[in-house]
């Protein structure tokens, strides 16, 4: 699948995991038809956000309940890893549910895109524009 995400975007994860750093940054990948038009920061709801992360749900429900009336479907998630390299973690391996979306991993200013299939993550290539 070719997948396209806009420059934006790309802005608004690097100045997300900046701003929450040394805490983990995360939200929603919003768009359709392949292409990420939107990321949608939402609060970090997990225990310890220095090395977890956790959507706050009420985003997701909102997320899934716009994209119901009309809105840019969830195509997928983004965080961040503030002290670490833009790869799934261990951690990130362990939650991973095989619904094939796709996860945004920011890190020292790089973003990695990742399917998460049902064999395991899978790199996924994009273009920006």
């Known amino acids: 699948m070719d997948l396209s995400v806009t420059s934006g975007v790309m802005a608004t994860l690097r100045e997300e995991a900046q701003r929450a ?3 983990e ?6 768009g359709r038809d392949g292409r990420i038009s939107e990321a949608m920061p939402a609060d970090n ?3 310890d956000r220095l ?12 997320a899934h309940k ?21 790869v799934p973690s261990a951690t990130d391996c362990d939650h991973a549910s095989g619904d ?10 790089e973003v990695a895109f ?3 299939g049902e064999g395991g993550f899978e790199k996924v290539e994009v273009r920006v524009g």
């Open 100 to 109: 094939d979306r796709l996860w945004a991993i920011v890190a020292g200013g």
């Open 51 to 62: 090395t977890r992360f956790e959507i706050d749900p009420m985003a997701l429900l909102a």
């Open 66 to 86: 716009s994209a119901r009336a009309g809105g840019p479907q969830v195509l997928g998630y983004y965080h961040s890893h503030p002290e670490g390299h833009p």
């Open 21 to 23: 750093a040394p805490e």
């Open 25 to 30: 940054c995360c939200g929603l990948l919003l």
């Open 45 to 47: 709801v997990a225990e």
């Open 114 to 116: 990742w399917r998460d």
